[in-house]
């Protein structure tokens, strides 16, 4: 693809230099949405600090299909010397329902560590498809956070009413 039919695209896609960012499009809004898990992995920052990154794919009907969302929760208990076990504990809660709802089930060898993790949501999570749950609150100063639930997909129905009356037999 030549460089202008890259600007084409950008610009057919609403792109506006003055306001726009250059970063890609703004988060998605609060909200819920049909995800798809398309990769988890497990981070260390040069500053040491660790994490485990999920990235979603919107997959429903609308503006936002095909979009992506990176989550990313903290392994370390402790940072600066600050007790943050409470971190660790949503990070192992999300986990947890990923590998629920994705119809596995957790092992104990999952907790060694922050790859073990990561290698366990490789099982039979990623490709699976959840509820994404963004919700935003505001903090000190008007800061806001995002924060992130999943949860199982709602049974899709098929449309169709069979009667026993129906049936060939």
Do not use: C, H
Not at 65 to 93: A, Q
Request: avoid cysteine; aromatic fraction near 12%; glycine fraction near 8%.
């Amino acid at each position: 693809m030549s460089l202008l039919s890259i600007a084409q695209k950008i610009k057919e896609d609403g792109f506006d230099p003055r306001k726009d960012s250059v970063n890609g499009p703004a988060a998605l809004p609060a909200g819920d949405y049909t995800v798809v898990l398309k990769r988890v992995q497990f981070n260390i920052a040069p500053s040491g600090w660790e994490s485990l990154g999920f990235t979603f794919k919107v997959r429903e009907e609308g503006e936002f299909n095909g979009r992506t969302e990176y989550v990313s929760f903290g392994t370390l208990s402790e940072l600066n010397g600050k007790d943050i076990s409470w971190s660790v504990e949503r990070t192992i809660k999300f986990f947890t329902k990923a590998i629920e709802l994705a119809g596995d089930k957790v092992m104990k060898n999952d907790f060694e560590d922050g790859r073990a993790l990561a290698d366990a949501l490789e099982r039979k999570a990623v490709g699976s498809y959840f509820t994404l749950k963004i919700l935003e609150t505001k903090g000190k100063e008007d800061k806001v956070y995002r924060n992130y639930d999943i949860e199982e997909l709602p049974q899709v129905q098929n449309g169709f009413d069979i009667d026993e009356d129906d049936l060939p037999f």
